[in-house]
């Protein structure tokens, strides 16, 4: 009874409401504007699922992003944005691995259901910042090359999804907020795209949810990062 009521609490009220209004508004939006492509349906409620559990240091939303990154490359790839569909499939997802096994091996306190949040220091910040403008330089030829529908957003959209997974991946409260980025960059490719197809504008709305639920999950490991160390 005791563990049953531990994981009845595991998510607060708050986190709940989060989860809840959000699956809510995807299910209207589908229904609103779309009821045909039920594979965005499952994406966005897997991704924004995932999202809740990021928010807590729970590893399994790690492989959440996984099966999401699949299914948003393929959606993607319907629309001609290559840019989305070889970030996410070639990048997105295998950095998804990585940082579920990083989370993995890095509890916080033996505790599974939390990662130990890290600190990057001068020299990897560094690093992060040459390989961001290679991969953005490299993505932009790319795309270039594959006639990518918004050249300049997709590439933008590239260099905010690497951050984004490299700093999840080192377990740095700050992948949230890129992740916030991207999503930002994310609702202006699809606003575009719903002007040929209004069916998209559910998918706007997907990634308007992701937004709130990343500045949670920010503000979230802000606080966790304060708590453990206080602790330690």
Known sequence: MHILSKRLNYFTKAELLLWGLSVVLILLSFLAFDRENFLTLTASLIGVTSLIFNAKGNPFGQLLMVIFSALYGIISFSFGYYGEMITYLGMTAPMAVFALI??????????????????????????LILLTVA?????????????????????????????????????????????????????????????????????????????????YGFINWTKMRKRQEQIT
């Open 102 to 127: 990083s989370w993995i091996r890095n509890p916080y306190n033996h505790n599974k259901a939390e990662v130990k949040v890290n600190r990057l220091n001068n020299r990897e910040i560094h690093i």
């Open 135 to 215: 991969v953005t330089l490299i993505f932009y030829f790319v795309l270039k090359a594959f006639n990518t529908a918004n050249l300049e957003l997709s590439t933008l959209s590239v260099t905010t999804s690497f951050v984004a997974a490299y700093l999840t991946f080192r377990r740095s409260i700050f992948f949230a907020a890129a992740y916030a980025a991207n999503d930002i960059i994310l609702i202006a490719l699809w606003v575009i795209a719903t002007f040929s197809n209004v069916t998209y504008l559910s998918v706007v709305i997907c990634f308007v949810l992701f937004l709130v639920n990343d500045i």
